[in-house]
Nanobody, 120 residues
Framework: QVQLVESGGGSVHSGESLRLSCTAS????????MGWYRQPPGQERELIAN????????YRNSVKGRFTISKDNAKKNTMYLQMNNLKPEDTAVYYC?????????????WGQGTQVTVSS
């Protein structure tokens, strides 16, 4: 079992920045996939950024160049999402996700979410 806790959400204006944190109950460098999802009001949850165990990252086009996903090499159990130049369309609940292979099973873990609200 992996517990995930997000923090760092809040209300900002267009063009401002926020950094979200995801703190895990285990060393995330041993987890093969970690990602950030978001769910805008009335819409489905979508994957916006991921980082795999090799360190390779991927981004949804709508956030590419503005958001950066990273792992904390010192803390070992923390992942970040640096969000710059925020736009009103970035308003959503942001979720941390971890996927790990345990034996013959792939387990999927979620945090409780943190609200990000961007006003124009």
């Amino acid at each position: 079992q992996v517990q995930l806790v997000e923090s760092g959400g809040g209300s900002v204006h267009s063009g401002e920045s926020l950094r979200l944190s995801c703190t895990a109950s285990t060393d995330i460098f041993s987890i093969y996939f970690m990602g950030w999802y978001r769910q805008p009001p009335g819409q489905e949850r979508e994957l916006i950024a991921n980082i795999i165990d090799s360190g390779s990252t991927n981004y949804r086009n709508s956030v590419k160049g503005r958001f950066t996903i990273s792992k904390d090499n010192a803390k070992k159990n923390t992942m970040y999402l640096q969000m710059n130049n925020l736009k009103p369309e970035d308003t959503a609940v942001y979720y941390c996700n971890a996927r790990n292979v345990e034996g013959l099973t792939t387990s999927n873990y979620w945090g409780q979410g943190t609200q990000v609200t961007v006003s124009s």
